[in-house]
């Protein structure tokens, strides 16, 4: 694997954690009213897609064994080239029902299903992932 995929792939799992942390008892109804919270979880979709695209140049055959990553990589696409016909209720789904399965296929994928990493640098930064569980 490049280590650059690996990074990558940190990534991925540190705004998954990320995201499953801030949708965490939080209902649909809260969530359309939240704007900031709309707008965090659409920036961390944003991270978790570009890090994938990210990945997928290095070891695109790894990213294919991630099944929605292509869709993932293209929401991202839609939201950074402001697609206004895109359906922000796809946010809402992608982050409660999509985001934990995507972070444990990728600690797979990476042979970490028990050991996440303390640290994660890249597009987020130093992300401390054990204050993100908590």
Same mark, same amino acid.
């Given at each position: 694997?490049?280590? !650059?995929? $690996? &990074? #990558?792939?940190?990534?991925?799992?540190?705004?998954?954690?990320?995201?499953?942390?801030?949708?965490?008892?939080?209902?649909?109804? #809260?969530?359309?009213?939240?704007?900031?919270? !709309?707008?965090?979880?659409?920036?961390?979709?944003?991270?978790?897609?570009? =890090?994938?695209? $990210? =990945?997928?140049?290095?070891? %695109? @055959? @790894?990213?294919?064994? @991630? %099944?929605?990553?292509?869709?993932?990589?293209?929401?991202?696409?839609?939201?950074?080239?402001?697609?206004?016909?895109?359906? !922000? +209720?796809?946010?809402?789904?992608?982050?409660?029902?999509?985001?934990?399965?995507?972070?444990? &296929?990728?600690?797979?994928? @990476?042979?970490? &299903?028990?050991?996440? %990493? +303390?640290? #994660?640098?890249?597009?987020?930064?130093?992300?401390?992932?054990?204050?993100?569980?908590?």
């Amino acid at each position: 694997m490049h280590p !650059r995929t $690996r &990074q #990558s792939l940190h990534d991925v799992i540190a705004a998954c954690i990320e995201i499953e942390s801030r949708t965490d008892e939080v209902s649909v109804r #809260s969530y359309r009213s939240d704007r900031d919270l !709309r707008l965090m979880i659409e920036r961390l979709l944003m991270t978790v897609g570009e =890090a994938l695209s $990210r =990945a997928e140049k290095h070891d %695109p @055959l @790894l990213v294919a064994a @991630l %099944p929605n990553a292509r869709n993932i990589i293209e929401m991202r696409n839609r939201i950074v080239h402001c697609d206004l016909a895109l359906n !922000r +209720e796809i946010f809402w789904t992608a982050a409660v029902r999509h985001a934990p399965i995507l972070r444990s &296929q990728t600690e797979e994928v @990476l042979g970490e &299903q028990e050991d996440v %990493p +303390e640290r #994660s640098e890249g597009i987020i930064g130093y992300v401390e992932l054990a204050e993100l569980k908590s």
